[in-house]
């Protein structure tokens, strides 16, 4: 529904890439935020055991499987949230600046050095399920994102002209 707020997840489903956290971070959402719609993208070995958990919480996530047009599905967004733990370079990040939208990740090095500027950081553990702390961390950074609709327009203008000017499609 267009006229929800959607805070969404691309990735591979394994205990790298947080998918259980965004659970955690999902259900703190839903009880600060009305009309908040969930969508995840990607697939991999956890992604049964993500859709029980969200099953167990009653938690209306939407598991759109894995997609190639990236594009359609960050633009599906109005924050992207990736709480990952592993990152070799990201490659998710400058997609989802390249679109737009803007992120709320961790302060890994690797992060703050993909997105500069483009990005909201919190200072997480590396678990999957993070501890509740650091979920309700991520929880508190997106809130605050939704209540400033400059800011959003402010980091999805710094990551569009950031992919643009440092990443392209090799």
Request: charged residues 30%; proline residues 5%.
């Amino acid at each position: 529904d267009p006229d929800y707020t959607v805070i969404g997840w691309f990735g591979r489903f394994d205990q790298f890439k947080c998918p259980f956290s965004f659970v955690q971070i999902a259900d703190l959402l839903r009880e600060q935020i009305y009309n908040c719609q969930f969508i995840m993208f990607g697939d991999g070995v956890d992604r049964g055991r993500t859709e029980y958990l969200a099953k167990e919480k009653k938690l209306d996530i939407k598991f759109q499987g894995f997609t190639r047009n990236k594009g359609k599905a960050f633009g599906a967004m109005d924050v992207f949230c990736f709480p990952t733990w592993q990152e070799a370079f990201g490659r998710v990040m400058p997609e989802a600046m390249a679109v737009g939208i803007p992120i709320v990740t961790n302060d890994y090095p690797v992060c703050m050095e993909l997105c500069g500027e483009a990005a909201v950081y919190v200072d997480t553990v590396r678990e999957d399920p993070m501890p509740r702390h650091n979920a309700v961390q991520y929880a508190q950074a997106i809130v605050k994102l939704l209540k400033d609709d400059m800011e959003r327009e402010r980091l999805g203008s710094i990551g569009a002209k950031r992919a643009e000017e440092f990443y392209d499609s090799r």
